[in-house]
Nanobody, 126 residues
């Protein structure tokens, strides 16, 4: 069992930056690949970024590539999402998730993930 708690959301002006954190419980954090997803009201949850269990491989949605960076610290059981050059279209609830899957082609899909956090809200004003 893994419990995930996100933090770091808030209100920021367009062009600004935020760093989201996701703290995981349990001693097996390093066995899981981690992902970030986001969701706005009335829309499906969409993939943002993912990172392999070792941190050696990262994956991004085209919409955030070059602006967002995912990273992890297995010693601190934490995964991060550094978000730069934010735009109003990035406004959403952001969720982190953990998966035991080793198939990287599946990291883009909600159904791949075994555990989810409660989310943190990000609002980007124009």
């Amino acid at each position: 069992q893994v419990q995930l708690v996100e933090s770091g959301g808030g209100l920021v002006q367009a062009g600004g930056s935020l760093r989201l954190s996701c703290a995981a419980s349990g001693r097996t954090f390093s066995m899981y690949a981690m992902g970030w997803f986001r969701q706005t009201p009335g829309k499906e949850r969409e993939f943002v970024a993912a990172i392999s269990w070792s941190g050696g491989n990262t994956y991004y949605a085209d919409s955030v590539k070059g602006r967002f960076t995912i990273s992890r610290d297995n010693g601190k059981n934490t995964v991060y999402l550094q978000m730069n050059r934010l735009i109003p279209g990035d406004t959403a609830d952001y969720f982190c998730a953990a998966t035991s899957s080793r198939t990287n082609s599946r990291y883009y899909y909600v159904g791949t993930y075994d555990y989810w956090g409660q989310g943190t809200q990000v609002t980007v004003s124009s």
